[in-house]
């Protein structure tokens, strides 16, 4: 099942000055083009009789507003090594209608280069200065940022090495390491993102933030208990963003800062857990429809906690 209604937030109104510089490089640049091919196929509308200038003028600049809606911007995957990571890439990088042009994504994770290491916070300031200097290059805001990492099971670190370990199912089992490294990655981690390349989101117009959190990360919800260490840095985590929407708010209204619930995924992260019964999505189905999720919120619910359905979660 291919991923629908990709992401695709339209641009800003032009702010006064930069917005008119390019504007009028644009004309200078095109207008000439124009005037010697008569009726190029992407200036239908143009008429070469004095008498319509002021309309020629009129859906010139319509005609770069849409241009500029067309344009998504620029958009970040942290954690697209993962199996999920890698399908909101992809589900990323197709147009969500004909005609309109995908956003620019740029993926970040623990193999990529530059590389990210949550336990080394220089790794993410040398990241955010390479997603700084793309948005310079390309001149497109970032409107986009989808943290896609986390840590269910596997290895640990420990003053002997690394060791394999599996979510608690009892007090009996908690571990000061093990509930250290799911906190690193599941909520210190998301927190240093917020605090690397948040500053770097559009200050203007529509942007969205997403950060994959876990259903079992409510509280309102546990009523089967264990798993200590994950629910635990879930539900941390959904207080940093339900936190820093609340701030990034106040550097835009239009932006949309969420947890999100992406359900049972057929991936490494969950296939141990995947019990008959579950319903376990692919990841470019299950992608598909967190990105229909994000791309249908208003700033109104930003803040919240969704499920992959676009349903509030309790926290």
Not at 49 to 72: D, K
Not at 107 to 124: F, H, S
Not at 158 to 168: I, K, L, N
Not at 231 to 245: D, E, G, P
Request: aromatic residues 8%; positive net charge; contains cysteine.
């Amino acid at each position: 099942m291919a991923a629908q209604n990709r992401l695709v937030h339209p641009w800003p109104r032009p702010g006064p000055q930069k917005r008119l510089v390019r504007y009028l490089s644009m004309v200078l640049r095109m207008l000439p083009r124009t005037l010697q091919d008569g009726n190029p196929e992407d200036f239908a509308f143009f008429s070469p009789y004095p008498a319509s200038n002021g309309h020629f003028l009129l859906l010139f600049f319509e005609n770069v507003r849409v241009n500029e809606q067309v344009n998504a911007g620029l958009a970040l995957v942290i954690g697209a090594g993962g199996g999920l990571g890698a399908a909101l890439v992809s589900g990323l990088r197709q147009p969500a209608t004909p005609g309109y042009a995908a956003p620019a994504v740029l993926a970040l994770g623990r193999r990529t280069t530059p590389a990210l290491d949550y336990t080394d916070e220089a790794t993410l300031a040398r990241a955010a200065q390479w997603v700084a200097e793309a948005i310079d290059t390309q001149e497109m805001p970032l409107r986009t940022l989808i943290v896609a990492s986390g840590f269910l099971h596997g290895a640990v670190p420990g003053p002997a090495g690394e060791r394999p370990a599996q979510p608690e199912r009892s007090w009996s089992q908690i571990d000061p390491a093990w509930l250290a490294h799911c906190f690193a990655v599941n909520a210190i981690g998301p927190a240093l993102v917020v605090k690397h390349f948040f500053p770097l989101l559009a200050r203007t117009g529509p942007c969205v933030a997403g950060f994959l959190s876990a259903k079992v990360g409510s509280i309102g919800d546990n009523a089967l208990g264990g798993w200590y260490g994950y629910r635990a840095s879930k539900a941390a985590l959904n207080q940093i963003v339900r936190t820093a929407s609340i701030e990034l708010a106040r550097r835009n209204r239009q932006a949309v800062c969420v947890a999100l619930h992406p359900g049972t995924v057929d991936t490494a992260l969950s296939q141990p857990f995947a019990k008959a019964g579950l319903t376990v999505r692919s990841p470019a189905v299950a992608a598909g429809e967190l990105l229909t999720v994000l791309a249908g919120l208003t700033p109104a619910q930003s803040g919240g906690f969704f499920d992959y359905r676009g349903q509030p979660l309790p926290w």
